[in-house]
C-alpha cells in the first residue's frame, strides 16, 4: 500500500494551507498525522482521521474520503512551519508512512 | 508524563548487529493496551515504521515485511525497556532511530528524541 503526498505546500501566514495524503480506497482506512520540526521527533497532530491530541490547536483539522485524506491548518502561523507526514495501518504492510509534505510559510 | 529515551551505540561496523534500548519513565510498560514500536529515518528522508513488541499476547511482536528477516524487537517488563536488534547492517541502514508508543488503532502518541546510528566500516 502507498501514501502520496506533494513535496511541498507553501501558504501566507494567516490563510489555510491543506495537505494532501493520497492512496487506493484510503477512505477505508484511518489516517494519523504527524508534524515535525528540524531536529526533532515527530509530534500526533491528527488521529483517528479527525481527532485532535489534547494540546494540538484547533486550527488543526482532518478529513478522509475516497482516495485522498486532507490535513488542513486554519489561519497558519509561522510556528507551523514544518514535515508533515500521513500514516495507516495496512493489513498487508502493516505501518505505512506518506513521503512527507514540506510546510513552508512565506 | 510518560517520556521514552532512545540508548545505545551511535556507530556500527557494517555487517554487525545493530542494538538499542528504549527506557520508558512516567509510568510502567504494562500499563494500558500499548504497543511499543521502533522507526527510522534516514537523513533528508522520511519515516520507515520497523517493528513493535507486545506486553500481552505473549509478548508477540510484528515487523515490516521488508525488514523482518534482520530484526528483532522485545519488552522487558523488569527493566521497563524494550530493544531492537538489527543484523547485517549496511550503509543503508544508517539513520535517525526513534522508539515510540503505539496506541489506539496504530497512531504513535508518544515518540523519543531519536538517536542517530551511523554504519560504517
Known amino acids: 500500500y502507498v501514501l502520496t503526498q506533494p513535496p511541498s505546500v507553501s501558504v501566507a501566514p494567516g490563510k489555510t494551507a491543506r495537505i494532501t495524503c493520497g492512496g487506493n480506497k484510503i477512505g477505508g482506512k484511518t489516517v494519523h498525522w504527524y508534524q515535525q520540526k528540524p531536529g526533532q521527533a515527530p509530534v500526533l497532530v491528527i488521529y483517528y482521521d479527525k481527532d485532535r491530541p489534547s494540546g494540538i490547536p484547533e486550527r488543526f483539522s482532518g478529513s478522509n474520503s475516497g482516495n485522498t485524506a486532507t490535513l488542513t491548518i486554519s489561519r497558519v502561523e509561522a510556528g507551523d512551519e514544518a514535515d508533515y507526514y500521513c500514516q495507516v495501518w495496512d493489513s498487508n504492510s502493516d505501518n505505512i508512512f506518506g513521503g512527507g509534505t514540506k510546510l513552508t510559510v512565506l | 508524563q510518560v517520556q521514552l529515551q532512545e540508548s545505545g551505540p551511535g556507530l556500527v561496523k557494517t555487517s554487525q548487529t545493530l542494538s538499542l534500548t528504549c527506557t520508558v519513565s512516567g509510568d510502567s510498560i504494562t500499563s494500558g493496551s500499548y504497543f511499543w514500536s521502533w522507526i527510522r529515518q534516514p537523513a533528508g528522508k522520511g519515516l520507515e515504521w520497523i517493528g513493535r513488541g507486545r506486553v500481552y ?22 527493566a521497563n525497556q524494550f530493544s531492537l536488534k538489527l543484523t547485517s547492517v549496511t550503509a543503508a541502514d544508517t539513520a535517525v532511530y526513534f522508539c515510540a508508543r503505539e496506541g489506539g488503532y496504530w497512531y504513535f502518541d508518544i515518540w523519543g528524541r531519536g538517536t542517530l546510528v551511523t554504519v560504517s566500516s
Open chain 2, 57 to 78: 499476547g505473549s509478548g508477540s511482536t510484528d515487523y515490516n515485511p521488508s525488514l523482518k528477516s534482520r530484526v528483532t524487537v522485545a519488552v522487558d517488563t523488569s
